[in-house]
């Protein structure tokens, strides 16, 4: 996800999600901003491969926009927050759809539900048993695929 604020105004001038973002594509993004909202002096970001590319390097030069990475340890705040975020939805947070219930307490509750013929009890493995058996003997119909081995 790419969010693009303008740290005077705080408005959230960008805002793209996709399953992969390249440098090229934050540029374009970029550019889009700038046109609607001004011309920053200085984009400051993390150091993602996204935002440390040739491209942006690049698109920073040709732009004459002066580009600041965070440093690292930032980081750790946001890592904080997040988990935060991450016990509270899961262990105080009701949800409608369970019974308004946090789902770690759902979970706890429903766990002798959720052993499936023993699947979760499995140690040495986390993939649930197949609903059926394998055929060993295969199928002369047609369209079906016969078992080999």
């Known amino acids: 996800m790419l969010a693009v604020v303008d740290d005077f105004t705080r408005e959230c001038v960008a805002l793209v999600a996709d399953t992969s973002l390249s440098g090229a594509w934050v540029g374009r993004e970029l550019d889009t901003a700038i046109a609607r909202s001004g011309r920053p002096l200085t984009i400051v970001s993390d150091n993602g491969t996204e935002f440390t590319s040739m491209a942006i390097l690049s698109w920073s030069q040709q732009t004459r926009i002066e580009w600041h990475y965070i440093a690292p340890g930032k980081l750790d705040h946001a890592r904080e927050l997040l988990a935060d975020w991450l016990y509270d939805y899961n262990t105080v947070r009701p949800h409608s759809g369970i019974g308004n219930l946090p789902p770690a307490t759902y979970a706890k509750l429903n ?7 023993g699947a979760l009890e499995l140690t040495w493995g986390s993939a649930p048993r197949p609903v059926a058996s394998p055929s060993h003997t295969g199928s002369n119909e047609n369209g079906i695929l016969p078992i080999v081995g």
Request: cysteine-free; aromatic content about 0%.
């Open 111 to 117: 766990a002798s539900d959720m052993q499936r013929d």
